[in-house]
């Protein structure tokens, strides 16, 4: 009986210790880079730290970017104890002194795992090895992780993710943890307590729309195709939990700038994480300065966490509206026309009933108010970004 009870007092008390994630990280959403979109398997640490110094120098640092995540591929077996062992040659310093350079630049670290047996580039992953890898990362100085779903027949997400979070939280070192199952098993309807963010999409494709074609279905695919998997799923995000309709493609030479600035903008509609994913070493002038439009950046990461959503629906044309922090609005007017498009707005229509300063995120400049209407001109594949600030 009373060996029954302490087994009992045991697995409770280690539920009530362990099962939870570290919930004061993430309170507006993540914003960093990530080697995928560029780079796929090619990272080594002397890209990490370029990076690093080029997130620092380019002033994407003191516009908010904070984490710099290695994805796949750093990872190549795991030791005779079963840990972790990182690529020796592309990573001869080993992760521990990456993660400090990153530290001491007043960064912070994030690496890739996955919850199958190998990931999706067929490296190591982290089943069966969980609590292990959590306490590598521990010593490593990880802030983040980013946690993928290949090779995972006949695991249940849920338990899986839980698994991990109950891992990284056993070490008490708070990581962020990012769910990469794609949105197959709606993570947004039981990631809340699990993770910070979680995909909702399949892999977004260096394009402006076109789709990837799964068993007959769109699994994910361009910008907009991404874009319009995220209607409906605002009311799953808000400080702490955020829908990630996954990376940002801005820079990656295909998008044109009206795209670059119609991805980034909507995304910060959307609150959706801010993960860069382009040569920061190397990005022109005009990539630079839209991936640090503070004003801009300031609507994604507005403290009251509200995620976005379309309002207005003309086909070609729509509206995205999303609720600010002291009763202000951000609205984007969004062209997805393969030409210029001149637009009419009647405040009125939009159930704005009070008189509101408007200021365009992307002139930097206020441009009337809304007790009259608002006739713009939007380039192809373009937006308006602004922000109506409401008197006091
Ligand atoms: C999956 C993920 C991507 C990336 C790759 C790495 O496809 O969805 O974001 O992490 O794996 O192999």
Known sequence: ????????????????????????????????????????????????????????????????YEYIV?????????????????????????????????HDKGLKFGLYSCAGQMTCAKR????????????????????????????????????????????LYATGRPVVFSLCEWGLNKPWE??????????????????????????????????????????????????????DPDMLQVGNGVLTESENRAHFSLWCMLAAPLMAGN???????????????????AVN??????QGYKIRDDGEFEIFYKL?????????LFNRHDTEFKVTIDWKTLQIKETCRIRDLWKHEYCGDTGRNFTVTIPAHDVIMLKLEKAE
């Open 1 to 64: 009986m009373i060996r029954r009870l302490l087994i009992f007092l045991f697995f409770f008390s280690y539920h009530f210790l362990y099962a939870q994630k570290f919930t004061e990280l993430a309170l507006t959403p993540p914003m960093g880079w990530n080697s995928w979109n560029c780079f796929e398997c090619d990272v080594h640490e002397q890209l990490i730290r370029e990076i690093a110094d080029a997130m620092i120098a380019s002033g994407m640092k003191d516009a908010g």
């Open 70 to 102: 290695i994805d796949d591929c750093w990872q190549v077996d795991r030791d005779k104890d079963g840990f972790i062992v990182a690529d020796p040659q592309r990573f001869p310093s080993g992760i521990k002194a990456l993660a400090d350079y990153v």
């Open 124 to 167: 190591p992953g982290s089943r069966g090895h969980e609590f292990q890898d959590a306490i590598m990362y521990a010593r490593w100085g990880v802030d983040y992780l980013k946690y993928d779903w290949c090779n995972t027949e006949g695991q249940t997400a849920q338990e899986s993710y839980s698994l991990m979070r109950d891992a």
């Open 190 to 243: 039981w990631a809340a307590g699990v993770g910070h963010l979680w995909r909702t999409t399949g892999d977004i494709r260096n394009n402006w729309d076109i789709p990837d074609a799964k068993e007959g279905k769109v699994w994910a695919g361009g910008v907009i195709i991404n874009l319009d998997m995220q209607q409906g799923l605002e009311k799953y995000a808000g400080p702490g939990h955020w829908n």
């Open 279 to 297: 040569d920061l070493r190397t990005m022109t002038p005009a990539v630079r300065d839209l991936l640090t439009n503070r004003e801009v950046i």
């Open 301 to 306: 990461q507005d403290s009251l966490g509200k």
């Open 324 to 332: 600010l922090s002291g009763r202000n609005l951000a609205i984007c």
